[in-house]
Every structure is written in structure tokens, then in C-alpha cells.
């Protein structure tokens, strides 16, 4: 799969994370989309982020949304697998946001979710045929692991990785989305981004090594 940024919050910038050919959105200058995503946002987003195809990095967990961009024209039935210590499925309340998408999605597509927060979680759903899109929150990582803007899980990267590596050994997958992380306006620090900029490096090699990315 290839793989694109979209920028919102200048996070990536700030870290100095551009994987070679990977192409870039860059929305920072539009307004409304800080954890709740306006009606002016949904339109350039729809027009811009669109079809599950490849592997987008999606900025922090303030823009998880996007994920219901991409993932809601998959024209079939699938699984969304969701490696977030959040949910993200409350009530709409007349506005999409960070923390209900996944409704948002279930109601437009009829997926089956399953939410892994820790490793054991990932059993229940090993052996569906369902094709797979993956929705990855580095949230659902220990503070050791990966620092962002939400409370975080247990999850180690090992872990992860071995979730990771089992799910493209044994469904097909559409397409994934990673978000997650600390911006500049949240609290990083200098040391803060170029650690989160090796780590998302290494992070691209191994899905090089279990073939999610060229």
C-alpha cells in the first residue's frame, strides 16, 4: 500500500515526519476541526480524503474523524478494527467529532466494529472472514510507548506489532489509518518530537516488513 499525511495541526511539521514518497494534504489553514469537524471542514474533507485505499497519517487523535472519511464509501460489507483506548461511538449530537465517528460510520455503512484496547482483545476477532479496515489511535499505547493528547492504554509496542503482523497474515486488508501523537500546541517538546519522528520511522519500516506499505 502507499501511504499520505494529512496535515491539520502542523504535528508532522513540527517532528520532521515525511516519509519518503508519501504524498501530503495539508489543511492547516482551515478552520473548524479541532475535535469537532464543521460543515465547511466535512466538505473539503470529503473531496480531498476519500476511499479507504493505502495508509493515511491522520495528524493527532483530535482528528480521528478523518478515519470516517475514508472508510465510508468501502462499498462492501467489512471490519472495522479499532486499536484505540477510546470507543469513539457516542451520540452524534448533530456534529461529527473525535469521539463519534465510529457511529457516524456503523450508521452510514453497517460495519462490524471491534475495539482492541489490550492485546487479549484482539482473540474475539481473529477467525472472521470479513475484509478489515484498520483505525489505529497510538492512544491504545502505554505513555512509555508513544506520548499523545488523550489518556492512554497498556498496550506495549510489541504488542501492537504482533497484532498487526497476525491481522495481515489472515484478512484482507482495504486500508488502514494511524493518528496520534503531541503537537507543539499541546505540549511538546523539542526532545518530545524527534523521538515521535524515529518512532513513526521505525513504526513505516515494520509495516514495510509485514507488507502494508511498499
Same mark, same amino acid.
Given at each position: 500500500?502507499?501511504?499520505?499525511?494529512?496535515?491539520?495541526?502542523?504535528?508532522?511539521?513540527?517532528?520532521?515526519?515525511?516519509?519518503?514518497?508519501?504524498?501530503?494534504?495539508?489543511?492547516?489553514?482551515?478552520?473548524?476541526?479541532?475535535?469537532?469537524?464543521?460543515?465547511?471542514?466535512?466538505?473539503?474533507?470529503?473531496?480531498?480524503?476519500?476511499?479507504?485505499?493505502?495508509?493515511?497519517?491522520?495528524?493527532?487523535?483530535?482528528?480521528?474523524?478523518?478515519?470516517?472519511?475514508?472508510?465510508?464509501?468501502?462499498?462492501?460489507?467489512?471490519?472495522?478494527?479499532?486499536?484505540?483506548?477510546?470507543?469513539?461511538?457516542?451520540?452524534?449530537?448533530?456534529?461529527?467529532?473525535?469521539?463519534?465517528?465510529?457511529?457516524?460510520?456503523?450508521?452510514?455503512?453497517?460495519?462490524?466494529?471491534?475495539?482492541?484496547?489490550?492485546?487479549?482483545?484482539?482473540?474475539?476477532?481473529?477467525?472472521?472472514?470479513?475484509?478489515?479496515?484498520?483505525?489505529? +489511535?497510538?492512544?491504545?499505547?502505554?505513555?512509555?510507548?508513544?506520548?499523545?493528547?488523550? +489518556?492512554?492504554?497498556?498496550?506495549?509496542?510489541?504488542?501492537?506489532?504482533?497484532?498487526?503482523?497476525?491481522?495481515?497474515?489472515?484478512?484482507?486488508?482495504?486500508?488502514?489509518?494511524?493518528?496520534?501523537?503531541?503537537?507543539?500546541?499541546?505540549?511538546?517538546?523539542?526532545?518530545?518530537?524527534?523521538?515521535?519522528?524515529?518512532?513513526?520511522?521505525?513504526?513505516?519500516?515494520?509495516?514495510?516488513?509485514?507488507?502494508?506499505?511498499?
Amino acid at each position: 500500500m502507499n501511504q499520505f499525511l494529512v496535515s491539520v495541526s502542523g504535528m508532522f511539521e513540527a517532528e520532521g515526519f515525511h516519509p519518503r514518497g508519501a504524498a501530503k494534504l495539508d489543511f492547516r489553514e482551515l478552520e473548524g476541526t479541532c475535535c469537532y469537524c464543521s460543515e465547511e471542514a466535512a466538505e473539503a474533507f470529503s473531496k480531498a480524503v476519500s476511499g479507504p485505499e493505502g495508509i493515511a497519517w491522520i495528524d493527532s487523535g483530535d482528528y480521528h474523524y478523518l478515519s470516517y472519511f475514508r472508510a465510508r464509501g468501502i462499498g462492501r460489507e467489512f471490519e472495522l478494527i479499532l486499536l484505540d483506548n477510546h470507543s469513539d461511538d457516542f451520540d452524534l449530537c448533530g456534529m461529527l467529532s473525535c469521539g463519534n465517528w465510529v457511529t457516524a460510520l456503523q450508521e452510514q455503512s453497517g460495519c462490524k466494529v471491534s475495539l482492541i484496547r489490550k492485546a487479549s482483545d484482539y482473540e474475539a476477532c481473529q477467525d472472521s472472514p470479513l475484509p478489515v479496515f484498520i483505525s489505529l +489511535d497510538l492512544d491504545v499505547l502505554r505513555k512509555e510507548e508513544w506520548l499523545t493528547n488523550w +489518556d492512554q492504554g497498556e498496550m506495549t509496542m510489541q504488542e501492537l506489532q504482533s497484532i498487526l503482523a497476525s491481522i495481515c497474515s489472515k484478512r484482507k486488508v482495504l486500508g488502514m489509518d494511524i493518528c496520534g501523537g503531541l503537537s507543539v500546541s499541546k505540549g511538546a517538546t523539542e526532545e518530545t518530537l524527534q523521538t515521535a519522528r524515529l518512532r513513526r520511522e521505525r513504526l513505516c519500516d515494520f509495516l514495510k516488513e509485514i507488507s502494508l506499505l511498499k
